[in-house]
């Protein structure tokens, strides 16, 4: 017998917004198709120069769930997932970026799959997508399970697919990093659960790879990983060094493992 809505535990789920103008209704539509419906939609606009703060907020009239804030200035995604962050009430807190996409099990199958596990954090499969939302045939799939170790030397959580239980561990803030602000919070909320992150191996999330992003420019992976280590962990300059040739040695000879092509 399913339990009433009011009974299920709340997810919060994040989502900063800059100039998405483009992908932010099928982001939004995508979760409102979601077959579990106790959630709240929390979304951060960072002052968006084009209409997306206006095409939020005609779906938010329709949908009390959805929630916006906005920013009294441009600051960035790790400062709008803060701010999210705070405002959030719920359980569990996820995320989705304004052009990714959720399958519409996504957050019952993972819910289930964490509650049956005991698992505080937990992430999925995801399928990369292009700009058009038109697949590209590769999977990335999730480790069964993800030390604090194995995550400090690669980010293995797809954002898009992580969820952690914050009525156990509290709510993570992110740093005010330029880049890879999600790499350090999953890094910090398997360390405060005190226990790995389990990965559900089922594709039920969509990653949309656009011109400029980290994941299409190999050059920024060097840039931003190496301040990862250095200004985030606060490593000195040879041991960040060497962590980000642990990191490219994960990179190119581990974790190619874990990627897919479905074509």
Known sequence: ??????????????????NAENYIIATIKSIQAQTYTNWEHIIVNDCSTDDSLEIVSALAKKDTRIKISTLS??????????KATELATGDYIAFLDADD???PEKLEKQ?????????????TNYLHIDEEGKPLGKRIKALPELSYKKQH????IG???GIYKASEIGKIIAPNIRKR???????EAIKKSNTPALGLQEDLAYYRIREGSISSN???????????YKEYLGYSWPKAAFCLLRFFYEYFFVRTKWIENTK
């Open 1 to 18: 017998m399913k339990k009433p809505t009011n009974q299920l535990p709340l997810v919060s789920i994040i989502t900063p917004l800059y």
């Open 73 to 82: 200035r441009n600051s960035g995604a790790a400062q709008s997932r803060n």
């Open 101 to 103: 996409l959720w399958h």
């Open 111 to 123: 819910l289930h799959f964490m509650q049956e596990n005991n698992a505080m954090v937990s992430y």
């Open 153 to 156: 030397n690669n980010n293995y």
């Open 159 to 161: 954002n898009l697919t």
């Open 181 to 187: 602000q999600d790499w350090a919070v999953w890094l």
């Open 218 to 228: 190999k050059l920024n992976l060097v840039k931003y990983n190496f301040k990862f």
